[in-house]
């Protein structure tokens, strides 16, 4: 979580372990929520004020064949990471609320 407020952004990259199946956090200033399946991410993630998020979520897969932001498909690019691929998606618009699924194999 790192957030950039004067410029309405949010970063997401949550770095749990990946022997993790689930995680949640909960502060006054964001909600995470993170579950991995064996063929799907996904991560909510809520705000309490309006911010464009920026997201960075870690998966590991050999392929990536989707992903979802809030139920709709979502342009997204992989990115290196270290030990594991990175699945950016930045939605548009500044929003209080967001849910993002990757579908990999």
């Not at 199946?21 to 995470?32: E, G, K, N, V, W």
């Not at 699945?87 to 699924?101: E, I």
Request: charged content about 15%; overall charge positive; proline content about 12%.
């Amino acid at each position: 979580y790192r957030p950039d407020y004067p410029r309405q952004t949010v970063r997401i990259r949550p770095q749990f372990p990946a022997e993790w199946p689930r995680a949640s956090i909960q502060t006054p200033d964001f909600t995470l929520a993170w579950q991995t399946t064996a063929q799907t991410a996904t991560c909510r993630v809520t705000l309490p004020k309006p911010a464009q998020i920026e997201f960075q979520l870690p998966v590991h897969a050999a392929n990536v064949t989707g992903v979802w932001l809030n139920d709709r498909p979502v342009q997204w690019k992989l990115l290196p990471g270290f030990g594991r691929t990175l699945v950016a998606v930045v939605p548009s618009g500044p929003q209080t609320q967001v849910n993002v699924r990757i579908q990999y194999t």
